[in-house]
């Protein structure tokens, strides 16, 4: 089935670095949503982007919502030991509203 | 509930068994997802229902899985016949209604073993 594009793969930082990762389609989305995984649990909703250009924050976290509507990126800021995890994107192509597509994810990894 | 409960949380089967696994999705959520997630991959969208219906089951793997609804809430996963390469963690998602924008929220999966 349609995936996204997240990149990088994966990343290992020191603490107190920023993050940054983003997605891309070949398609236009409508909704991107962003979640993190820890290990052994299910994906945790971060942040949620509706608009073309919207840009939204939670905590250190910081999504926007491309103006092409076909990508997305998230920043981590003055990242911490407990943002490590798994980052998945997600989003809702324009075209087929009725299940989310998926990213592979990104994996980081925070040296203290 | 206050979040989406899966049951169990471990299984260990051996090959050729059959294996029912259990979501509990967020009280008053319509919607309900199956994903299949192998290890150090993405999600697998398996299957979705909107009320006790499931309108989109092309995700499903093979003709051995099968879900349903009831009564608008809890949703059972069978997997017939079980083979080691559907070893994965099956997670649950639900969401308040099937439509642009409502986010998807997950349980803490089911980890299948198959031996």
């Known amino acids: 089935g349609q995936q996204l594009n997240q990149s990088p793969q994966s990343m290992f930082i020191q603490e107190g670095e920023d993050v940054s990762m983003n997605c891309t389609s070949s398609s236009i989305f409508n909704t991107w949503l962003w979640y993190k995984q820890d290990p052994g649990e299910g994906p945790v909703l971060l942040i949620a982007l509706y608009k073309a250009g919207e840009l939204t924050s939670n905590g250190r976290l910081t999504a926007q919502f491309g103006i092409t509507r076909k990508d997305s990126f998230l920043n981590i800021s003055a990242s911490i030991p407990s943002d490590v995890g798994i980052y998945f994107c997600?989003?809702?192509?324009?075209?087929?509203?009725?299940?989310?597509?998926w990213g592979l994810g990104t994996s980081l990894a925070v040296n203290p | 509930g206050a979040g989406v409960s899966q049951s169990p949380s471990n299984k260990v089967t051996e090959k050729g068994k059959d294996v029912e696994l259990r979501c509990d999705p967020i009280s008053g959520h319509t919607a309900l997802y199956w994903y299949r997630q192998s290890l150090g991959q993405g999600l697998e969208f398996l299957i979705y229902f909107q009320g006790n219906s499931a309108p989109d089951k092309s995700g499903l793997p093979s003709d051995r899985f099968s879900a349903e609804r009831t009564g608008g809430s809890v949703s059972t996963l069978t997997i017939q016949r079980t083979q080691q390469e559907d070893s994965a963690v099956y997670l649950c998602?639900?969401?308040?209604?099937?439509?642009?924008?409502?986010?998807?929220?997950f349980g803490p999966g089911t980890r299948l073993t198959v031996t």
């Open positions: 998602a639900s969401s308040l209604a099937f439509q642009i924008g409502y986010e998807q929220y």
């Open positions: 997600a989003g809702i192509n324009a075209g087929n509203n009725r299940k989310l597509i």
